[in-house]
């Protein structure tokens, strides 16, 4: 019974989520077939450009303003794919279908991505599902908290965790649109919104014990591909193209990203506006096809477009009235901006029902934080209320990576050796680049900071804003 319940718990999870939607959810954008004369030096999509210097210039510059909104979270997930999936000489390279596991704790050095956790050890892995649905098998556990967050190629998650199948585990297969087969009995069968899939597996540890159980579950959850396949050595449909600056090395893996995966329906319109941009024309994107005046205007909206999105990163989320932002991740819609802004931040963005969390970049008078100019005080008069664990985590706002210290300590949490509670039942926490307290310290940079307060399966009154957290307050000039 109570696994019967647990799958009625992954319908229902699935169904409103944006990765497990149904196969029409995403529309798939046709490769069209490779034109008998070669493209000329006038670039992609010629009959669509005006015929004007300036007018060619404006509209290359405002599509490329406009595709670099719409993809950039997909090519921050690309760049990843592609050092696991496809670059040989990467220290991260796995081949499809192989999981990467992190054997410790995140610290100030992690690479994979910004913005780390340290509250779970990680685990990286690619799904192709062109080749075939591919099934994922999880034990049974009594871990605290787990979760194989499923990322589509444009950022939209899901979660297999102790919130969607419980701590009984099971196995499920993920398939790829139009699928028509027929599933193992016991077998789930998750329907994937894009056939190229991000896992990112989160495994609660702190202590040294529950490390070693942390790295016991990684080892036994097992990604098992379609028989006949071998994604090691198996050629690609499309020639992977290789990341880089600027917007040529854009345009070059959205393409890509767009030819293999498709987009989600009702974007057909949007994306064919792309195609002046080299962008699923003719033939896969060629950055040597463009001219230098084409060149020029598409490094211009795609440089516009960057700056955009940067500015906007210290405003992300809602505002609570303290200083902090609520930020509801991972559900995106056609909010585009929204969605580059939070993957600029750093991937694997999950959603609030997992993981609700709160950032500031200021103190409550709305100066920004740093740790040259002030010591700070979070004062929390009640922590959050949670059914797993919390965190407060400090990160350098220059480098957006956890801050090094000679303490290690990278977060305050309920699990914090030593960490003073007051009769009252509050916390207070001390942010600061000396240190002049003995308890509760969260180191901080001689420099610009920002904070996150994460909370691990959250209770109702975290999600409905009963709870919230208070303004940061400074304490006096820095020592």
């Not at 670039?43 to 490329?64: F, Q, S, W």
């Not at 003995?438 to 109702?460: C, D, T």
Request: with cysteine; hydrophobic share 40%.
């Amino acid at each position: 019974m109570r696994q019967k319940h647990h799958r009625r718990l992954l319908r229902a999870a699935l169904a409103v989520a944006p990765l497990c939607c149904a196969t029409a959810g995403y529309s798939q954008i046709p490769s069209f077939a490779a034109p008998e004369a070669p493209v000329t030096a006038a670039g992609y999509g010629a009959d669509l450009l005006p015929k004007d210097v300036e007018g060619r210039a404006d509209l290359l510059r405002t599509t490329a303003f406009d595709a670099t909104i719409y993809g950039m979270a997909a090519y921050l997930q690309y760049e990843q794919l592609y050092r696991q999936v496809f670059d040989r000489h990467s220290p991260m390279f796995t081949g499809f279908s192989r999981f990467a596991h992190e054997r410790d704790l995140a610290g100030p050095d992690y690479a994979t991505f910004k913005v780390p956790n340290t509250d779970t050890l990680y685990s990286n892995a690619w799904i192709d599902l062109t080749r075939g649905p591919v099934e994922i098998q999880i034990p049974a556990t009594q871990l605290k908290y787990f979760t194989l967050n499923i990322f589509d190629i444009f950022g939209n998650p899901s979660n297999l965790s102790n919130r969607t199948v419980g701590k009984e585990g099971g196995r499920f297969l993920l398939v790829p649109r139009g699928w028509q087969g027929t599933a193992a009995e016991g077998v789930t069968v998750y329907h994937a919104a894009t056939p190229q899939l991000w896992i990112l597996m989160r495994v609660f540890a702190q202590s040294e014990k529950e490390v070693r159980v942390a790295r016991a579950f990684q080892d036994a959850v097992r990604i098992i591909p379609p028989a006949d396949d071998a994604a090691e050595t198996k050629e690609p449909m499309i020639a992977p193209p290789l990341p880089g600056a600027g917007a040529t090395a854009f345009l070059g893996a959205l393409d890509y990203i767009l030819r293999i995966n498709g987009c989600q329906a009702g974007e057909e319109a949007l994306v064919s506006r792309f195609r002046p941009l080299g962008i699923l024309a003719d033939r896969p994107f060629d950055a040597a096809s463009l001219d230098q005046a084409a060149r020029i205007a598409i490094e211009a909206g795609y440089a516009e477009a960057l700056a955009l999105i940067t500015k906007s990163r210290s405003r992300l989320g809602e505002p609570t009235g303290t200083g902090w932002m609520k930020v509801n991740k991972g559900i995106y819609g056609y909010n585009y901006l929204r969605r580059s802004v939070i993957n600029m931040a750093g991937l694997g963005a999950n959603v609030r029902e997992e993981n609700a969390s709160y950032t500031t970049f200021v103190d409550g008078s709305g100066a920004p934080l740093d740790g040259a100019i002030s010591r700070y005080t979070l004062r929390l008069q009640t922590p959050p209320p949670v059914n797993g664990f919390w965190s407060v985590t400090l990160y350098d706002a220059k480098t957006f990576a956890l801050y090094p210290n000679p303490l290690r300590r990278y977060l305050v949490s309920d699990r914090t050796k030593g960490l003073r509670v007051a009769p009252d039942g509050s916390v207070r926490i001390h942010l600061q680049h000396a240190r002049s307290v003995k308890e509760n310290w969260l180191p901080a940079p001689a420099g610009p900071f920002f904070v996150v307060i994460r909370a691990y399966s959250p209770k109702p009154e975290m999600l409905n804003g009963q709870w919230l957290p208070p303004a940061i307050a400074a304490d006096g000039t820095a020592k």
